[in-house]
């Protein structure tokens, strides 16, 4: 009996070291391969980054593009159970078909009205190709997608206006110029080739860059600038195409309106993608309220959305104003300012800015107006 003990005993201590035996080999393998495989991704996490933060101007757009994508098959997907879980959509979309119905059978009624089709404005980011029409002029096209007749010479390298029906044109998004980044271009260096603002292509929303923050551009892509202008062609004739000086504060309008910047040059006006005015002047001019009210907003030190340091004012008559990119600010919240006389801020640098400007803005009631007619031109607010 003693021996059969013994033997069970000794049986178990040889199970036991070769469990422990195996215990020891299973931790040590499973810390290797942990590490290995560790080592193997940070190495190859830090080349992807690298890529995308080399690359990261290149691959913005179809970012959005597929996140929008996403966001619209999850809607679909998830719309069945959301009229099944709540009634409420069920029945609000019911009540929309049967307006949409009810309006469509109404339209019908109204005789050949009906079929005058209105194409919706929607801004482009790219270039499209037109084919001429039986009709189509210049002129016409250039009327129909807002650019200049210019802009589309420009492009298709047109030496004279006569047009043949089925000629293909390509489109820009903007009145300007298309161009192709090369080797040590810079967005400086472009915008003097194209006789235009450098703010303008940093401002045009569907420009990318390497570096949003030092505008580095990536050898390839392609550029849009706005306004910009080939010497060898006239000028585009519609919209304001120079930049403008004023010699404010003077008071433009019975609203007691005033011009931020004395002496500035505008050198960038009021467009879709753009609702400002970009007042231009030396470095540390002073910059007056265009308007009296008072400050509501002040920011400074942080790079708040581009604007750098921004100054919002109240005019308490739905109207605000907005100065931003300013150097220094002396203005505080809740201070009263008087237009033309009190000083809210100097010109600077901070912020989305290729040089010293005032980015300058006017709201009525909540939405951004063109500030051309309030403090330059003499027209007056409406």
């Known amino acids: 009996m003693h021996s059969l003990l013994a033997g069970f005993g000794k049986r178990c201590r040889a199970e036991f070291h070769e469990f422990s035996t195996f215990v020891n080999f299973l ?48 809607g679909v997907l998830i719309t069945p159970y959301l009229q099944e879980t709540f009634p409420l959509f069920a029945s609000a979309q019911a009540n929309q078909l049967n307006a949409s119905g009810s309006a469509q059978q109404q339209s019908i009624n109204v005789g050949d009205t009906v079929f005058n089709t209105q194409i919706a404005q929607k801004p482009r980011d790219s270039i499209i190709t037109y084919t001429v029409q039986k009709g189509d002029t210049l002129s ?3 009327k129909t997608f807002g650019i200049s007749e ?23 998004p903007v009145t300007g110029v298309a161009y192709k980044v090369q080797s040590g271009d810079t967005i400086y260096s472009i915008a003097k080739k194209y006789k235009t603002d450098p703010q303008g292509i940093v401002d045009f929303p569907f420009n990318t860059f390497a570096d949003p923050e ?18 060898a062609a006239p000028a585009a004739s519609e919209g304001p195409s120079g930049a403008s000086t004023y010699t404010g504060p003077i008071p433009v309008a019975s609203g007691g309106w005033f011009f931020p910047l004395p002496g500035g040059r505008i050198s960038q006006y009021a467009s879709w993608y753009h609702m400002a005015l970009d007042i231009t002047s030396p470095y540390g001019t002073p910059i007056y309220a265009a308007h009296s009210g008072t400050v509501s907003y002040v920011s400074t030190g942080t790079y708040d959305w581009g604007f750098g340091n921004n100054v919002w004012i109240d005019d308490g008559d739905g ?26 801020g100097y010109v600077g640098l901070t912020g989305h800015t290729t040089g010293p400007h005032c980015h300058f803005e006017i709201k009525r009631n909540g939405v951004l107006v063109d500030p ?9 607010p409406d």
């Open 27 to 74: 931790f040590f393998y499973s810390k290797k391969r942990t590490l290995s495989t560790s080592y193997g991704f940070e190495r190859n996490k830090n080349r992807l980054v690298k890529l995308f933060l080399t690359k990261r101007g290149r691959y913005n757009r179809l970012f959005l593009h597929v996140s929008t994508v996403m966001v619209l098959v999850v």
């Open 140 to 142: 016409s096209i250039a």
């Open 150 to 172: 210019d802009t589309i010479r420009w492009a298709n390298n047109l030496t004279d206006d006569s047009l043949s029906v089925g000629d293909q044109l390509k489109i820009l």
């Open 214 to 231: 030092t505008f580095t551009l990536v050898v390839g892509e392609l550029l849009f600038v706005p306004n910009g202008k080939i010497v």
């Open 319 to 344: 109207y605000m104003t907005h100065y931003a990119h300013m150097s220094t600010v002396p203005s505080v919240v809740g201070e009263h300012v008087v237009g033309g006389q009190t000083i809210i």
């Open 372 to 380: 051309i007619p309030y403090v330059g031109g003499g027209a007056g």
